[in-house]
């Protein structure tokens, strides 16, 4: 955490993951992720870390001082994810997803047999000192913060329906975020409907050493799209995420469609840049 977040306030690279998005990862993992450490003080200095965030799924961050690291990491990738092949003999899908913009990996990643593949997901900024928009609810409906003990539950059936995720997304799992040191409770917001169903939801999550701040999860139930409760819920989390005094807003993986991209244009990101997969067999 603090080798993202300083990287980051030393030199303003946003290739890497921001410290918000590797706290909420997954910890079932965390053997497959590898660090790479300057030992000439004291104590050792986190330079570089390969992490997955499923299995055969690979994110690289580094200090870019120490990019001449690259290919070793690569290589240690392949190598590892060539150990946990279920069947050694049969071909492996394994990926590395990377940020475009950083032409030295992209060669890199090349040279070792990998092709630019699907967009993963796009990293959008919102300047910090942007206007806010007035966007406001449709009559009837009603912006508030979450309440854990009624509200997670609902939340989410809704993330399951918008996303796609399994049975394994349930209350537990929001509760385990929001034990999390980024986690707000008035920073966690939700768009209710005349007869008090959940319509839509946002969590702004603030890093608090930093005030690095990641807007994840965004979602608006199929039964209430078109309506604009999610601008006016964005806009009300930018007036409470004010008192904060964040240093960064951004979105780690925003969706590419017609509908997610006027949506975030309109409330005031712009697109930094879009991952891709990188992938190859082993």
Known sequence: ?????????????????????????????????RIWEKVDGDPPRIVAMANPEIPFLYFIQIHPDHAFLEEEIVRWIEDRCASLKPDPDREQKLSIVTLDGNPVREA????????????????????????????????????????????????????????????WFTADVLEGIAS????????????????????????????????????????????YRGLGLAKALLCEGFRRLRRYNPTLLYIGGAADSTAANRLYESTGFYEENAYHYWSKTI
């Open 180 to 223: 999390l040191s980024f986690y707000r409770e008035d920073m966690d917001l939700v768009a209710v409907a005349p007869d008090g169903s959940i319509a839509s939801f946002c969590t702004f999550r603030v890093d608090p050493p930093s005030g690095i701040t990641e807007l994840e999860p965004m979602g608006t139930h199929p039964d």
């Open 1 to 33: 955490m603090d080798f993202l977040r300083d990287t980051y306030l030393e030199t303003h690279t946003i290739q890497n993951w921001l410290p918000n998005r590797f706290e909420n990862s997954h910890r079932d993992l965390v053997s497959d992720i």
């Open 108 to 167: 890199l990643l090349r040279e070792r047999g990998f092709k630019k593949g699907a967009v993963y997901g796009i990293l959008r900024v919102r300047p910090v000192d942007a206007p806010i928009p007035d966007f406001a609810p449709p009559e009837g409906f009603d912006i508030r913060s979450v309440v854990k003990e009624t509200d997670f539950e609902e939340i989410a059936k809704a993330v399951r329906v918008i996303f796609g995720h399994g049975e």
